[in-house]
T-cell receptor, first 115, second 111 residues
Framework: DAMVIQNPRYQVTQFGKPVTLSCSQT?????MYWYQQKSSQAPKLLFH???????NEADTPDNFQSRRPNTSFCFLDIRSPGLGDAAMYLC??????????????FGPGTRLTVL | KQEVTQIPAALSVPEGENLVLNCSFT??????LQWFRQDPGKGLTSLLL?????REQTSGRLNASLDKSSGRSTLYIAASQPGDSATYLC??????????FGTGTRLQVFP
C-alpha cells in the first residue's frame, strides 16, 4: 500500500544533542510537510517542501532544519534540542498544494523525548 | 486572525448513539476542510475532505457537512462504536495555503 513512513517511531535524545527524524513516502507526492504536536495541542506546521522549494513558517525556530534529498525522503534536523522540543513530530504529504484541493496524508509520527 | 475552533473538547457517549462533532472557522474564504482521526500516541488518519464548492461528503457511517457562510462544519457519526473512540481533528485551508487545525474533540464511546 502507498503510504507515509516515519522512523524511528520513538526517539530519545539528550538536551543539546542533535537529532534527525526521517520521513519517506511511496505516494510520489510533490509536497511534504513537518508538523510539531505537543500534548493535547493541535499540530503546528514547521515547514514544507513543494518539490525542492523549501517553505519555512515565520515562527519556526532556527534550531529546526529540514532536508529533502529526493522526492521520497524528507528529514527533520533539530540542532540543539531543548526540553521544550519534546513532542510528536508528524510528517505529511499531498499531491499538490493545499489550495489545489489536495488531501494531506500523515505518517504515524515520531515521539521525541528530551532528557 | 484565521482560527479553527472545535466544541466540545471532550464527549462521552454510550455505544449505538448517533453524534455530531462541531467545527467553526473564522474566515469563510476557504479552499477546503479536512476531518482527521487521531488515536492516542499515533499519527493522523484522514477521514473526509470537503472542497469549498461542496456541501457534504460521506464515508460509511461518517458524514461531514460544510456551511461556508456561517463558518461551520459538522462531522456526523452514525451508530457509534467503542472503536470510534479517538480524538477528531478539523483542519481548514484558508488563503494562506496551509492546514490550520482545531484542538480536537476527544470522543469516548463506552459499551
Amino acid at each position: 500500500d502507498a503510504m507515509v513512513i516515519q522512523n524511528p517511531r520513538y526517539q530519545v535524545t539528550q538536551f543539546g544533542k542533535p537529532v534527525t527524524l526521517s520521513c519517506s513516502q511511496t505516494l510520489n507526492h510533490n509536497v511534504m510537510y513537518w508538523y510539531q504536536q505537543k500534548s493535547s495541542q493541535a499540530p503546528k506546521l514547521l515547514f514544507h517542501y513543494y518539490d525542492k522549494d523549501f517553505n519555512n513558517e515565520a515562527d519556526t525556530p532556527d534550531n529546526f532544519q529540514s532536508r529533502r534529498p529526493n522526492t521520497s525522503f524528507c528529514f527533520l534536523d533539530i540542532r540543539s534540542p531543548g526540553l521544550g522540543d519534546a513532542a510528536m513530530y508528524l510528517c505529511a504529504t499531498s499531491r499538490d498544494s493545499p489550495s489545489s484541493y489536495n488531501e494531506q496524508f500523515f505518517g504515524p509520527g515520531t515521539r521525541l523525548t528530551v532528557l | 486572525k484565521q482560527e479553527v475552533t472545535q466544541i466540545p473538547a471532550a464527549l462521552s457517549v454510550p455505544e449505538g448513539e448517533n453524534l455530531v462533532l462541531n467545527c467553526s472557522f473564522t474566515d469563510s474564504a476557504i479552499y477546503n476542510l479536512q476531518w482527521f482521526r487521531q488515536d492516542p500516541g499515533k499519527g493522523l488518519t484522514s477521514l473526509l475532505l470537503i472542497q469549498s464548492s461542496q456541501r457534504e461528503q460521506t464515508s460509511g457511517r461518517l458524514n461531514a457537512s460544510l456551511d461556508k457562510s456561517s463558518g461551520r462544519s459538522t462531522l456526523y457519526i452514525a451508530a457509534s462504536q467503542p472503536g470510534d473512540s479517538a480524538t477528531y481533528l478539523c483542519a481548514v485551508v484558508f488563503n494562506t495555503d496551509k492546514l490550520i487545525f482545531g484542538t480536537g474533540t476527544r470522543l469516548q464511546v463506552f459499551p
